[in-house]
Nanobody, 124 residues
Framework: QVQLVESGGGLVQPGGSLRLSCAAS????????IGWFRQVPGKERERFSC????????SYASSVKGRFTISRDSAQNTVFLQMSSLKPEDTAVYYC?????????????????WGQGTQVTVSS
């Protein structure tokens, strides 16, 4: 069964760090683009980072560039998101999704679609 499961969220103080995991099953993450998305209640889900199946550099939204790092561990079939220098405005539910490529509309996700995500709360 094709699955993506996000984990690693929690409560962290401003300036702190978290590492989120996106564990895949039923497909190989090396063969697809994986995007990270986040959503705040009342707002649209936004893609802020994406890692391609090619050797191209990962992409980041300006809001997270320099603070977040996306990576892929082939052996674990898992995509990670290292978040540092966290800010209260980073508070959101974080999701990962399988994409054909990192180019194009961010809402064109592949199976399994959206999961439950993992909550990240940045607050003192």
């Amino acid at each position: 069964q094709v699955q993506l499961v996000e984990s690693g969220g929690g409560l962290v103080q401003p300036g702190g760090s978290l590492r989120l995991s996106c564990a895949a099953s039923g497909f190989t993450v090396d063969n697809f683009a994986i995007g990270w998305f986040r959503q705040v209640p009342g707002k649209e889900r936004e893609r802020f980072s994406c890692i391609s199946s090619t050797e191209s550099s990962p992409s980041y939204a300006s809001s997270v560039k320099g603070r977040f790092t996306i990576s892929r561990d082939s052996a674990q079939n898992t995509v990670f998101l290292q978040m540092s220098s966290l800010k209260p405005e980073d508070t959101a539910v974080y999701y990962c999704a399988r994409l054909v490529t990192c180019i194009g509309p961010s809402n064109l996700i592949l199976a399994p679609g959206w999961g439950q995500g993992t909550q990240v709360t940045v607050s003192s």
